[in-house]
């Protein structure tokens, strides 16, 4: 079973419209609907509510300030980022319900609960919020400068924190030695998750015990962080997740609006539901990307890197969401540097709040901003010195292994120039100036950008999976990591199958109930297969051992001599047991694991676009893009490589049209929505020509697997930038929108 490309078993429901996600829960009898009234405001101080005229309107049952919430003794979200800090990190008081200031447009202010959502939202209407307007700052590097608008009393100067990591007088040491020193401004702007389905909640409250059924993917984590804030025990709280319509990242954490629905199902002993519409999750979600880079880069004379110096900006928002601090900071320091071969690395980074909404892990949290630097500046260094960039990539890749990065990461196998050197060929990188040529006969520019990438594969470390055999059968297996759309439904059963050699059919999946898991990491660092394969692999060995004693037993053998094939434990005389029987005789029979594992995987590999841009109008075609990545032995080669395009997907639209955008006078939201804010279609996609290689497995687990789920989004946007930087012959940032390359062509 293991390297079979199965077909999802989950998409037979979801094609069928069978899926239960969590506008599906509406059906639970009593249902109070929840709106929340949010700020219109960046920063404003907030003097009076009224909200007596709302309590009468028609239909409403509850309606929640934050004065309400504080009365009730509910806290703020904690934030579990934790920095090795120069400035310690600061954790200003996040509410569930602002508290005399509103600090960014979409804050909740007023929760309204009714029996139907629309009279929650009329009776929103006749709630009179007194604001008095302050000084707003939506631009990071602005909110650090003297004399900005100051959003938190405990953090001044707007200043998060200050982290660095690295040797700085090595690297000073090899800056002034080098024969060229290369020099960038690379931003990497403030983009959204956007998964199709928003985010939701259902809040029950029932005999002593506060259900959450939420659309997120890590719910253990997440109930902890609700727990602290609401003062309650985890055993007093349970989360449940039905399935989950994306979430890429946003949803791997608690939001301010948990808080009141729980509070508010407490209170009125009936359920309330909230559904976000997709304006609020632009506005009162979480961002990520948003971090601001000046980069240098030290060569010698024959253009091997000697040092790499980075001095960023991190935008943090208004508040500090669960991870966002660790994203730019310890997140994006195990991938600095690439693939590349660097003996110094000096990283600084400065988190900068500002009147916008907080920022969260997003796809590849870091390691795309870390790979987009490196391979910047190898583009910037070519032109600059007059080399070829896949000269200049070749020369300096890491060629033995294992290899301690700068940093101290040890990767343990790699072929990373295997893996440049097919993705050229596969592209067709030598016959490109025939093509270039081709279309300036047209009138058009052709550009060709070939890039590599590394992530750092793990998320967080170890995890928890339990095996019961029982007698209808069945094997369960159940898993505290956690599917949003991977086909863990379907890969799951196939390892499990795989290693009891039973059919997939006799094995019943369990996630996403802290009721049934025990403890577990959830979704996040493409982690699945790593951490939570190991723990299977682990709890499926303890099953069998467990089985293995009680066949001896019933068979009046030793363990020793029993042989196991297909589920069955057999003597030579071809007496036997399965499982199924032993479970009969003995009862469930059972293998829980929870292993520690913390070592990380390093999938990686080389990515080629190649475009065609038209001079008099800015208009991009992506022509073709062609991938050779190396993420150990694959479990199921179609869902991976379905992985790996999705990511590529996400990867090309932020390159090329994604873009959270505030006003810089107001702070204002003006990307509020998909009117506003461009996500590429499949028209503007060519077919993704994924090629994945299994020759370098890793010894990190007992699968040899590396994490797919993350790497299209880091390998996708420097390629892009690439082709398109040398179709213009000019510098390009992204989003590299039509308008603007249009004007970089008038420039150039």
């Not at 600059?384 to 033995?400: K, M, P, S, V, Y």
């Not at 390629?719 to 008038?746: F, Q, S």
Request: aromatic share 6%; with cysteine; glycine share 10%.
């Amino acid at each position: 079973m293991f390297g079979q490309s199965i077909r999802r078993l989950e998409d037979d429901r979801f094609l069928r419209g069978q899926g239960r996600y969590m506008a599906d829960l509406a059906e639970v009898p009593g249902t109070l609907q929840v709106y929340f009234l949010r700020s219109p405001h960046a920063h404003a101080r907030i003097e009076a509510i009224n909200v007596s005229a709302a309590r009468a309107a028609p239909g409403v049952h509850l309606i929640l300030t934050g004065e309400d919430l504080a009365a009730a003794g509910i806290g703020s979200l904690p934030c579990g980022a934790v920095l090795a800090a120069v400035r310690p990190l600061i954790i200003p008081p996040r509410p569930g319900l602002a508290q005399g200031t509103v600090r960014h447009v979409g804050q909740p202010v007023v929760c309204i609960l009714a029996e139907t959502r629309d009279q929650a939202q009329d009776a929103s209407e006749l709630i009179e919020v007194d604001y008095t307007p302050l000084d707003a700052v939506s631009c990071p590097h602005a909110a650090l400068a003297e004399g900005a608008p100051q959003l938190h009393e405990e953090a001044p100067g707007n200043l998060a924190f200050l982290w660095h990591k690295g040797d700085r007088a090595a690297v000073d040491t090899a800056f002034a030695a080098a024969a060229t020193v290369v020099e960038a401004t690379i931003p990497n702007p403030r983009v959204t998750c956007a998964p199709i389905e928003t985010r939701a909640a259902l809040a029950v409250a029932e005999d002593g015990l506060l259900t959450l059924h939420c659309n997120g993917q890590n719910l253990h984590a997440i109930r902890a962080h609700l727990c602290i804030a609401m003062g309650m025990k985890p055993a007093e709280m349970r989360l449940v997740a039905p399935d989950i319509g994306g979430g890429f990242g946003v949803k791997n954490v608690s939001f301010p609006e948990h808080l009141s629905i729980l509070h508010a199902a407490r209170l009125t002993g009936r359920p309330v539901r909230w559904v976000a519409e997709i304006g609020e999750d632009f506005a009162a979600a979480a961002h990520g990307r948003g971090l601001h880079a000046k980069a240098r880069l030290a060569l010698d004379a024959e253009g091997r890197m000697l040092a790499l110096d980075v001095d960023a900006v991190a935008e943090m928002g208004a508040y500090l969401s669960g991870s966002g601090p660790h994203c730019p900071t310890n997140a994006a320091a195990t991938a600095m540097g690439g693939c590349y071969a660097i003996p110094a690395i000096h990283f600084t980074v400065r988190g900068a709040f500002s009147n916008t909404a907080p920022m969260e892990a997003y796809r590849g949290a870091g390691k795309p901003e870390s790979n987009f630097i490196i391979e910047g500046l190898i583009e910037a260094a070519a032109r600059q010195t007059g080399r070829d960039a896949h000269a200049l990539r070749e020369l300096n890749l890491i060629a033995a292994y294992p290899y301690r990065t700068a940093f101290g990461m040890e990767i343990r196998e790699g072929d990373f120039l295997a893996r440049l050197e097919e993705c050229a060929r596969l592209a067709d990188r030598a016959g490109f100036p025939a093509r270039r040529a081709a279309s300036a006969a047209r009138g058009k520019r052709r550009g060709f950008g070939l890039t590599c990438f590394l992530e750092t594969a793990r998320g967080a470390p170890g995890e928890w999976a339990r095996l019961r055999a029982t007698a209808d059968g069945l094997v369960e297996v159940a898993v505290g990591t956690q599917s949003n759309g991977q086909g863990h439904e379907t890969s799951f059963p196939q390892y499990i199958s795989h290693l009891l050699d039973i059919p997939m059919e006799g094995i019943r999946y369990v996630q996403a109930d802290t009721a049934r898991i025990v403890t577990g990491n959830g979704h996040g660092g493409a982690r699945s297969l790593h951490m939570g394969g190991e723990a299977m692999r682990q709890a499926a060995g303890a099953l069998l051992a467990h089985a293995r004693s009680v066949a001896a037993r019933l068979l009046q053998s030793t363990p020793e001599v029993l042989h196991y094939e297909a589920g069955r434990f057999g003597l030579i005389d071809g007496r036997g047991m399965t499982l199924t029987e032993l479970a009969a005789e003995e009862g469930p029979l059972e293998g829980e694991v929870t292993h520690a594992l913390d070592l990380v995987t390093f999938p990686n590999g080389a990515h080629a676009a190649e475009v065609e841009l038209d001079p008099e109008t800015g208009e991009i075609r992506l022509l073709a893009y062609t991938a050779v990545d190396d993420y150990g032995r694959l479990l199921n080669p179609m869902l991976a490589r379905g992985q790996v395009q999705g990511g590529v997907a996400q990867g090309i639209g932020q390159a090329m049209m994604e873009r959270i955008a505030y006003d810089l006078e107001s702070s204002q939201l003006l990307s509020a929505g998909f009117m506003d804010y461009a996500m590429p279609r499949a028209a503007d996609l060519p077919d993704l020509d994924i090629h994945l290689r299994e020759d370098q497995p890793t010894a990190s687990n007992g699968l040899g697997v590396k994490g797919t789920g993350q790497a299209g989004c880091i390998a996708a946007p420097q390629a892009i930038v690439a082709a398109l930087r040398d179709a213009v012959g000019a510098e390009v940032t992204m989003p590299a929108t039509p308008e603007k390359l249009w004007r970089a062509l008038g420039r150039g």
